[in-house]
Nanobody
Framework: QVQLVESGGGLVQAGGSLRLSCAAS????????MGWFRQAPGKEREFVAS????????FYADSVKGRFTISRDNAANTVHLQMSRLKFEDTAVYYC????????????????WGQGTQVTVSS
């Protein structure tokens, strides 16, 4: 069982930056691939980024590639999402998720989810 708690969301102007964090409970965090997803009002949940259990492999949605960076600290049981050059269309609730397998870009592949943190980008 893994419990996930996101933090770091807030209101930011377009072009600004935010760093999201996800703290995980449990002693087996390093065995999970981790992902970030987001959901805007009236839209389906969409993939943002994922990282392998070791941190050696990362994958990004085209819409955030070059602007967002996912990283993890297995010693601290945390995963981060550094977001730069934010756009209005990045406004959404951001969720972190854990997968006991390979992660990837499909929400249904993930086993555990946090409650989400709101990111609002003003234009």
């Amino acid at each position: 069982q893994v419990q996930l708690v996101e933090s770091g969301g807030g209101l930011v102007q377009a072009g600004g930056s935010l760093r999201l964090s996800c703290a995980a409970s449990g002693r087996t965090f390093s065995m999970y691939a981790m992902g970030w997803f987001r959901q805007a009002p009236g839209k389906e949940r969409e993939f943002v980024a994922s990282i392998s259990w070791s941190g050696g492999s990362t994958f990004y949605a085209d819409s955030v590639k070059g602007r967002f960076t996912i990283s993890r600290d297995n010693a601290a049981n945390t995963v981060h999402l550094q977001m730069s050059r934010l756009k209005f269309e990045d406004t959404a609730v951001y969720y972190c998720a854990a997968d006991r397998s390979y992660g990837g870009n499909r929400p249904e592949a993930y086993d555990y989810w946090g409650q989400g943190t709101q990111v609002t980008v003003s234009s």
